[in-house]
Structure formats: C-alpha cells, structure tokens
C-alpha cells in the first residue's frame, strides 16, 4: 500500500471523481454532438431502395439487378446513380421566404419495408440547386443535381 498523507489521499479522491464524471457524463454527451454533426444521408443507412420513380422511367430492383422501364433512349448509368441517392449528403440551407423555385425533375423513391414513397424535388432558383421535401430544403453542388437525375431522365 502506498504510504500518503490525509490531503494526499483526498486529491487522490477528488481527481477520481472527476475523471469518472469526465469519463461518464461529459464523453458521452461530446460523442453524441459528434455523431449528429456527423452528414446526414438522403436515403437512411438502414433503408434499402426498392424502387426509384422519374418523369418518364422507373428504376426498379429485380433481384441483384435494376432495370430502367421504358428503356431510355440515351445511356444512363445505373450504378452512379444508385450511389448518388444513396450517398447524397443532406445540408439544410436556410432559404428567403420570397425565393422562386423552378423544378427541374420530381423523384419517388420507395424502401424495403416503408409503405410510403419518399416525394424529393430537384429544383433552382437560377443561381444555386437545391433538393426539396415538403418545406426542408437542402443546398446541393450542379454536379450533385446532374448526378441525382441524370438529362435523358427529366422531363
């Protein structure tokens, strides 16, 4: 046993409490900022697209494959445009109440197991992109739009 004063073992005592709140309310609470900080994704992490609706085709999941009906008369790449929905981070713009919005393309997209169809707009007010639901609008780069809904998949 270590040989230590009555105010030693009371330092002792005090930092370890404080390391103990430290390590159980203080790390926690900075972890959790940490993770809601984190980009939140348009499609969940836990949700699957079953099937993907645009002006004038369907991009819908057979089995391991996708198929584009009616068949695009332009090439269209599947594959990035999966991971573009899937991956599109979602950043909240705030947005003058007097904006104008033109759309360029409306998209529902339907998961493995929600009953409902997710409705998103792509549309700009002329200088910036932005992808709406409903009221929430999140700012998007013209690469990202152009990812999203490809030009033989618009109107």
């Not at 549309?123 to 739009?145: G, M």
Request: hydrophobic share 45%.
């Amino acid at each position: 046993m270590i040989r230590m004063s009555r105010s030693a073992w009371n330092n002792v005592i005090v930092f370890g409490v404080l390391a103990l709140f430290l390590l159980f309310y203080i790390a926690p609470n900075q972890m959790a900022k940490f993770r809601d900080q984190q980009a939140q994704t348009l499609v969940p992490s836990n949700a699957t697209i079953v099937q993907i609706r645009f002006p004038r085709i369907v991009l819908e999941r057979h089995g391991p494959n996708w198929r584009l009906h009616p068949a695009p008369t332009a090439a269209v790449d599947i594959p990035a445009l999966l991971q573009a929905w899937q991956l599109q981070p979602l950043r909240p713009e705030p947005v003058l109440a007097d904006a104008i919005f033109a759309t360029v393309c409306q998209v529902e997209l339907l998961y493995s197991g929600e009953p409902q169809w997710q409705q998103w707009q792509l549309v700009t007010d002329q200088s910036q992109w932005y992808l709406q639901q409903q009221q929430r609008i999140f700012k998007i780069h013209p690469t990202e739009a152009v990812a999203l809904c490809p030009q033989p998949l618009r109107r």
